[in-house]
Nanobody
Framework: QVQLVESGGGLVQAGDSLRLSCAAS????????MAWFRQAPGKEREFVAA????????NYADSVKGRFTISRDNAKNAVYLQMASLKPEDTAVYFC??????????????WGQGTQVTVSS
């Protein structure tokens, strides 16, 4: 079973950039699809971005496309979310998730504890 720990969240102003990190332990994630989700208070958890095991294929929610970049470093057993041009509506708790296999659009089995991102106007 893989454990995921997010970090890098914080309070920033609109237009700023921020990089979130997800450190995996327990087993290698080199064969796992990885993704980021987010959840704002009173709202459902929503998909943000996903990446295939080899890092070649990616998928983004329309709301973040062109602003966010998901990447991974399998040698470090880590996944990242580079966020640029942040908007107040990006404010949420961001979660890292993992799924065995290459189907990045499937359901995710393992989740981190989340890291808070707050964007002020």
């Amino acid at each position: 079973q893989v454990q995921l720990v997010e970090s890098g969240g914080g309070l920033v102003q609109a237009g700023d950039s921020l990089r979130l990190s997800c450190a995996a332990s327990g087993r290698t994630i080199s064969s796992y699809s990885m993704a980021w989700f987010r959840q704002a208070p009173g709202k459902e958890r929503e998909f943000v971005a996903a990446i295939s095991p080899g890092g070649v294929r990616t998928n983004y929610a329309d709301s973040v496309k062109g602003r966010f970049t998901i990447s991974r470093d399998n040698a470090k057993n880590a996944v990242y979310l580079q966020m640029a041009s942040l908007k107040p509506e990006d404010t949420a708790v961001y979660f890292c998730a993992a799924r065995p296999g290459a189907n990045i659009r499937g359901g995710y089995d393992y989740w981190g504890q989340g890291t808070q991102v707050t964007v002020s106007s």
